[in-house]
């Protein structure tokens, strides 16, 4: 089969670096013998029509030259699309934006030329699965392929995007944020149901679930997720004080926060919230104001929606060959070669 190759770029990624990266990529993409074209986005959403018109026209390599933001709006695209459309597509992220937590998953190197060599030459095809959330009081629907989160977390991405201490420019704006959200927000009652069985009554102060391992640039809020998996992992804060939120914001940047009393962390197929006081719910670090501030949440997987090509000789988590997960095998826990917090530091580097 003949690929033809459609990079979709967010010039503003990055803090407005990806532009200066994507150019520095491109002196390696034009030495390929490809057919390959460049869209680059001015707003929000024209990512979701650049991937669903590129498959259209016969594109079926879709490369997110960006951050975790523009590669949910592609997800979302290609979502629109019908599965048998889907199928003959695989989906590439070069990591230009900041926190670029799924495509650390996926093992590309941050260099920009090394990236470019590993989606050409040592990458291979994987089907992934993909979450769906349904907010009922809203209406509002969306998939993400990396990770939901909400309670602090979803606190400080909506503080964020109101403008709060915006007078501080530095990356500690986002530590204070949290420390000032810490503070204000209530321990909101809910009632989390998994797999529409099990029910827990909580005060939830931390929920993240999906198929990805980080958030947030860096956060391991799901250790053993796993993009080849057909089931969600979920943390969920049962009864944490503010006191044990602060350690687990603490401790999640190597996952121990999974340690801490009053968390649980396990697996399903289906995760519904409820809550009396409405809440943000962010989609791979995206938030649309007030559609995604709902009392009542149900989130979905779609199992093995989307092939993506991750690096075939990944440094931190095995993943299973195309063999392998014919004959029925699935990742349960995860393999680390190295601890994922070691491999982004190798990330940076390479």
């Known amino acids: 089969m003949s690929y033809k190759w459609k990079f979709i770029i967010n010039p503003n990624s990055g803090s407005q670096q990806c532009a200066k990266r994507w150019k520095e990529a491109e002196e390696v993409v034009k030495k390929q013998e490809i057919d390959y074209d460049v869209s680059f986005t001015s707003g929000p959403k024209q990512a979701n029509i650049f991937a669903e018109e590129a498959v259209k026209n016969g594109f079926n390599r879709i490369v997110v030259a960006s951050g975790d933001g523009t590669l949910n709006e592609v997800v979302n695209g290609l979502m629109n699309l019908s599965p048998e459309q889907r199928k003959e597509v695989a989906l590439g992220v070069l990591p230009f934006g900041t926190g670029n937590d799924y495509a650390t998953t996926l093992g590309f ?56 201490l915006k007078f501080i420019k530095s990356a500690s704006r986002y530590t204070l944020l949290a420390l000032k959200k810490l503070v204000t927000m209530k321990q909101r009652k809910a009632v989390v149901t998994i797999d529409d069985e099990k029910k827990y009554n909580v005060r939830l102060m931390l929920l993240i679930f999906g198929n990805g391992i980080s958030l947030g640039g860096g956060m391991i809020g799901c250790p053993d997720a796993h993009p080849q998996k057909e089931l969600f992992d979920f943390f969920l804060t049962e009864n944490f004080t503010k006191l044990r939120t602060l350690k687990g914001l603490m401790k999640i940047f190597n996952g121990e926060h999974l340690k801490i009393k009053g968390g649980i962390y396990s697996t399903a197929k289906k995760i519904e919230v409820e809550l009396e006081d409405a809440i943000p719910f962010v989609c791979d670090g995206e938030l649309d104001i007030p559609e995604s501030i709902s009392t009542h949440l149900i989130g979905e997987i779609i199992p093995h929606a989307i092939n993506v090509l991750y690096y075939r000789d990944h440094k931190s988590i095995k993943w299973l060959s195309r063999e392998e997960l014919d004959k029925g095998l699935r990742p349960l826990k995860n393999q680390y070669l190295v601890p994922h917090s070691e491999f982004r530091k190798w990330q940076e580097k390479n």
């Open 109 to 164: 190197p941050w260099n920009p030329k090394n990236a470019i060599d590993v989606l050409f030459n040592k990458s291979e095809i994987s089907p992934a699965s993909i979450g769906k959330i349904h907010l009922v009081d809203t209406g509002y629907e969306r998939y993400f392929i990396n990770l939901l989160d909400a309670g602090i977390s979803s606190e400080v991405g909506l503080g964020n995007k109101k403008g709060e």
